[in-house]
């Protein structure tokens, strides 16, 4: 799971074929009632392919918000990703004049982005 997921998910358990997720945050609870169903598949994928989690199976989802794990403070979490321009917008340019423009256009671009 990624890291956001890993953050909001307070605990895990499941009891009497129903897996139940704790969350630390109420939005947390509504966002993962949407994706009950992709809960439920990646622990079916669990039991199938790995041997060690054989034992896991569910047949209902309960998530619940535990006003006993609170939100991490301090910390801070990015839930888009940004990544930093890597280019220097330094390659050559096509002989043809109507790729020629676009590419300028793009490493001008490139340019100002990394300024």
């Known amino acids: 799971?990624?890291?956001?997921?890993?953050?909001?998910?307070?605990?895990v358990y499941i009891?009497?074929?129903?897996?139940?997720?704790a969350v630390r945050h109420p939005a947390f609870k509504q966002e993962l009632n949407y994706?009950?169903?992709l809960l439920m598949s990646i622990l079916k994928d669990f039991n199938r392919?790995?041997?060690e989690c054989?034992?896991?199976s569910a047949n209902?989802?309960?998530?619940?918000?535990s006003k006993y794990h609170a939100m991490p403070t301090g910390e801070t979490y990015k839930s888009v990703p940004h990544y930093a321009e890597h280019s220097k917008g330094e390659f050559e340019s096509p002989s043809d004049d109507e790729?020629?423009?676009?590419?300028e256009k793009i490493k001008k671009i490139?340019?100002?982005s990394t300024q």
């Open 49 to 51: 392919y790995v041997e």
């Open 99 to 103: 790729l020629y423009e676009k590419f």
């Open 1 to 11: 799971m990624g890291d956001k997921w890993q953050k909001a998910i307070a605990f």
């Open 60 to 65: 209902q989802v309960v998530i619940f918000h």
């Open 110 to 112: 490139i340019k100002c």
């Open 54 to 56: 054989d034992m896991m």
């Open 35 to 37: 994706n009950k169903d």
């Open 15 to 21: 009891k009497n074929d129903t897996l139940f997720v």
